[in-house]
């Protein structure tokens, strides 16, 4: 059952979506050579604090960290450690803030320093498909009208989409209905309404699709060892189309 927030709901929404936008901001400017993931971690979990929230990944299901911070070709569910950053390097940040009562989850890829053109394509690839996906969160529209618009722009470049990897549906917890892939043809799956609230991510590598978890059970790598990126907004259906409620993408040129 997909649960839809009333407009004052998603105004509530929206303040723990600012925290988090403001808590990956920050992290951006820290993300550089030499910095441990651990350091980010610590920098996510004082800032969030200092806002009256809580980092909603602390302690879910026993994850360690305040955010999950993903190198190179790890996907997602990094747990922040003593792995330093090294130009080259490519960072995947998740974040989640409850606030409020409410969760709001988003996450981006950053380059550290130079990156090749491959690596550039990869990020900018998954990036465009994050806002095509958004601009199909509308009232009226499917499900895997979403999907499908990962899936067109990702396949377009060459690139591949993680299909067991997927987003969902968001509000007073963390992981609600519905599960949101990021492929599948379009006009499929539950019609959008107003007050539904989504976590649309695209998970995608610049090799094989095929991925394994790592020792630690949580760490999700590429199996061919190839680089990964990971966007990620929490998005709101309205009566006037898509509100993203995390715009970690305001203020730099983005569209969306």
Same mark, same amino acid.
């Given at each position: 059952?997909?649960?839809?927030?009333?407009?004052?709901?998603?105004?509530?929404?929206?303040?723990?979506?600012?925290? /988090?936008?403001?808590?990956?901001?920050?992290? $951006?400017?820290?993300? $550089?050579?030499?910095?441990?993931?651990?350091?980010?971690?610590?920098?996510?979990?004082?800032?969030?604090?200092? /806002?009256?929230?809580?980092?909603?990944?602390?302690?879910?299901?026993?994850?360690?960290?305040?955010?999950?911070? +993903?190198?190179? +070709?790890? !996907?997602?569910?990094?747990?922040?450690?003593?792995?330093?950053?090294?130009?080259?390097?490519?960072?995947?940040?998740?974040?989640? !803030?409850?606030?409020?009562?409410?969760?709001?989850?988003?996450?981006?890829?950053?380059?550290?320093?130079?990156?090749? +053109?491959?690596?550039?394509?990869?990020?900018?690839?998954? %990036?465009?498909?994050?806002?095509?996906?958004?601009?199909?969160?509308?009232?009226?529209?499917?499900?895997?009208? &979403?999907?499908?618009?990962? /899936?067109r722009r990702v396949e377009?470049?060459?690139?591949?989409? &993680?299909?067991?990897?997927?987003?969902h549906g968001i509000g007073?917890?963390?992981?609600?209905?519905?599960?949101?892939?990021?492929?599948?043809?379009?006009?499929?799956?539950? !019609?959008?309404?107003?007050?539904?609230?989504?976590?649309?991510?695209?998970?995608?590598?610049?090799? +094989?699709?095929?991925? $394994?978890?790592?020792d630690d059970n949580w760490?999700?790598?590429?199996?061919?060892?190839?680089?990964?990126?990971?966007?990620?907004?929490? !998005?709101?259906?309205?009566?006037?189309?898509? %509100?993203?409620?995390?715009?970690?993408?305001?203020?730099?040129?983005?569209?969306?």
């Amino acid at each position: 059952m997909i649960l839809t927030k009333t407009t004052e709901q998603i105004k509530e929404m929206a303040a723990a979506g600012a925290i /988090q936008a403001r808590c990956l901001k920050m992290l $951006r400017t820290k993300a $550089r050579p030499g910095v441990t993931t651990a350091e980010l971690d610590e920098a996510a979990e004082k800032f969030i604090a200092s /806002q009256g929230a809580r980092a909603a990944f602390k302690g879910y299901r026993g994850f360690p960290g305040s955010i999950c911070a +993903s190198p190179n +070709s790890m !996907v997602v569910h990094g747990i922040p450690g003593p792995y330093k950053l090294q130009a080259g390097d490519i960072i995947s940040l998740d974040v989640g !803030v409850v606030y409020g009562g409410w969760v709001a989850d988003a996450a981006m890829t950053l380059p550290i320093g130079e990156i090749n +053109s491959e690596t550039e394509k990869l990020i900018d690839t998954t %990036r465009a498909s994050l806002f095509d996906a958004t601009e199909q969160v509308r009232a009226g529209n499917r499900l895997s009208d &979403i999907s499908n618009a990962v /899936q067109r722009r990702v396949e377009s470049e060459g690139l591949s989409v &993680i299909r067991s990897l997927v987003g969902h549906g968001i509000g007073r917890d963390m992981h609600e209905d519905p599960q949101i892939p990021n492929y599948g043809e379009p006009g499929r799956g539950p !019609v959008l309404e107003p007050g539904m609230v989504l976590a649309i991510e695209p998970m995608v590598t610049a090799g +094989s699709p095929q991925v $394994r978890v790592g020792d630690d059970n949580w760490a999700v790598y590429s199996q061919d060892g190839s680089q990964a990126a990971h966007f990620e907004f929490t !998005v709101a259906v309205t009566e006037n189309g898509p %509100r993203v409620l995390t715009p970690w993408h305001e203020d730099d040129g983005q569209p969306g």
